[in-house]
């Protein structure tokens, strides 16, 4: 009663004086007088108050992708009624004093950020129109909690929510919901960070319930969230156009030669140690995680790669003494050779410097006569003492068979060095050689023959068609390998087609490289069945035998008349026999 009469007499003294609206202080200690500051206006009406929430979002610090964190700055704003602050009575439209001042004594909403790490609150105020409803603003700078995943770095979109509730009132009492206009507002044209374009920002209102049993309660809770989507363009700049162009000059090493280590070293190493930067400086900007990301994948094969070249050149400096090893075979198998081929021809000589031996013969004796001075020791000089003869026979017999037994050991280790050569070679252990076996065989030598080198080889022995290598036949190339071996392919490759069907040498004669073969030498081809008799002198210059890929010049020795008419055809055809079968396989089968 004494409250409204105060009123009365209130308004009357400001009605007495021009009807104006008094000052804040006055209305607030007005107000202020039997306002219990801690009971809410629902309690009056018993209906749960309405609080509307909502952000002016200035703009988005940072986007802290290592603590997982999002930074926002703006204004932070509420709204309820509180019908106990109708200031009408004042004749005032609206009533506006600083938050931070303490000068408002009135009851407010508890609210607070509940994923928050950190908050900091500038100026702000509070506005109270005629009917009671107060807008409240502040200015803000908050760390909020924004949980990630970067499964799709760096083309990735992350979403942060920002929650607002109050921690004292439920829902019960207090009931949150977004202004009319939105939760969020944003300055004209304002799209995001350097980093992340902000594509869309919403708010909702959630109930989430707490407590077990009879102390569960509901409480609301206002959700703004803010989508933000990664512009890729500086990984795509900074880290794969790197990682593309570091690869492609580690790779590069490849084509430098292997011999020139300090520079494969250096251009396999230093792309390596170029990804291990890159890798630090996106792994830094990231939390631990344990599971990989797309770029971090990326990265991971990028450095194999490089670290591939790396192994790459340590494969090839190992199979380089690998190599090494088998050239040193090779020159054993050359040296081999050469000792075979001397041994067969020291053989051959010792064989045609045998000669019979003439037949034994003795000096007449000489009997001095009696009468003659030194007849005694005459006979005494023409006698041999049986002794010496026997010690001489005895000293040549063992030496004799001592170099016999020389011979014998040197020709059987030789042997033995020969035939395990072969077994390298023959690796069925059948007893022949076919073209695969040889080529296989002296690639375990450090010789990398093309499959047409080992078929020159294979003509060169007069072995054509589906044959195989003798023994006989590897030992004639073992008596003169230089003759025998290859020439240079034009084309070779490490790993050579499978085994497949060898086509024969076909006959092509094409009439261009020999020109001076005399009348004997076309009579003599004439009687091998080579040409027709009535082929001219001119097309009987030159013939070339031509395979798939390479082709190889026989050439033809020069046989005289003399020798045609002292030996039989028939003499001829065997003792050349070799030069039938290199020119065509026709003629080896028809002297078989």
Not at 90 to 97: D, I, R
Not at 292 to 318: D, H, N, P, Q, R
Request: aromatic share 12%; proline share 5%.
């Amino acid at each position: 009663m004494l409250g409204a009469l105060r009123d009365v007499l209130v308004l009357g003294v400001l009605g007495a004086t021009a009807q104006s609206c008094p000052r804040p202080t006055e209305i607030l200690a007005n107000l202020s007088e039997d306002y219990d500051s801690l009971a809410h206006p629902g309690q009056l009406t018993g209906l749960p108050v309405n609080v509307s929430l909502g952000l002016y979002v200035a703009s988005i610090v940072a986007v802290n992708q290592k603590d997982q964190q999002l930074i926002l700055e703006g204004y932070y704003r509420s709204a309820w009624t509180d019908p106990r602050l109708n200031i009408s009575r004042f004749n005032c439209e609206s009533l506006t004093v600083p938050t931070k001042s303490g000068s408002f004594p009135f009851w407010q909403p508890d609210l607070y950020f509940d994923n928050s790490v950190s908050e900091w609150y500038g100026a702000g105020g509070l506005t109270i129109d005629s009917k009671g409803y107060v807008f409240r603003s502040e200015r803000f700078k908050h760390v909020f909690r924004c949980p990630m995943n970067f499964d799709m770095l760096p083309f990735d979109s992350q979403t942060c929510v920002v929650r607002m509730s109050s921690y004292a009132y439920s829902s019960a009492d207090l009931a949150l919901r977004v202004f009319a206009e939105g939760a969020v507002e944003l300055p004209p044209d304002y799209w995001g960070t350097t980093e992340f374009k902000l594509t869309a920002a919403a708010g909702e209102v959630e109930t989430l319930f707490y407590g077990v049993g009879e102390n569960q309660r509901g409480y609301s809770f206002v959700l703004i969230s803010f989508h933000l989507h990664r512009m890729p363009d500086s990984f795509m700049m900074f880290v794969f156009v790197t990682c593309i162009l570091f690869t492609f000059v580690s790779w590069s090493g490849l084509f430098i030669n292997r011999a020139v280590a300090p520079a494969r070293v250096t251009i396999a190493v230093i792309p390596v140690l170029i990804m291990l930067n890159l890798e630090n400086n996106v792994i830094s900007n990231l939390p631990p995680l344990n599971y990989l990301t797309w770029i971090t994948s990326y990265l991971l094969l990028m450095k194999f790669f490089c670290v591939s070249a790396v192994f790459e050149y340590g494969l090839v400096s190992f199979l380089i003494q690998l190599e090494t090893a088998r050239e040193r075979q090779f020159e054993a198998f050359r040296h081999l050779a050469t000792t075979v081929k001397k041994k067969a021809a020291e053989d051959e000589a010792s064989i045609s410097c045998e000669r019979p031996r003439p037949p034994s013969w003795t000096s007449p004796k000489v009997y001095p006569s009696a009468g003659s001075a030194g007849s005694t020791s005459a006979r005494k000089l023409l006698q041999v003492a049986p002794g010496v003869a026997q010690k001489e026979k005895e000293d040549k017999e063992p030496a004799e068979e001592k170099e016999k037994k020389e011979d014998d050991t040197e020709e059987l280790n030789l042997q033995k060095k020969f035939n395990k050569v072969y077994r390298l070679f023959d690796a069925d252990d059948s007893g022949e050689l076919s073209w695969r076996e040889v080529q296989m065989g002296f690639r375990k030598l450090g010789q990398y023959w093309s499959k047409d080198q080992v078929q020159e080889l294979f003509f060169s022995l007069g072995i054509v068609g589906h044959q195989r290598m003798t023994q006989a036949d590897f030992k004639r190339f073992m008596m003169d390998i230089q003759k025998f071996l290859p020439g240079k392919a034009m084309n070779i490759s490490f790993f050579e087609r499978t085994l497949g069907s060898i086509q024969s040498f076909s006959w092509t004669c094409v009439l261009n490289f020999f020109a001076d073969i005399s009348n004997d030498g076309v009579l003599f081809m004439m009687l091998l069945g080579l040409i027709p008799h009535s082929s001219s002198y001119t097309d009987l210059l030159s013939f070339r035998c031509q395979s798939t890929r390479t082709s190889k010049h026989i050439s033809v020795k020069r046989v005289s008349t003399s020798c045609l008419t002292r030996t039989k055809s028939s003499e001829i055809v065997s003792d050349l026999g070799s030069l039938q079968a290199q020119v065509d396989p026709r003629l080896a089968l028809a002297e078989r």
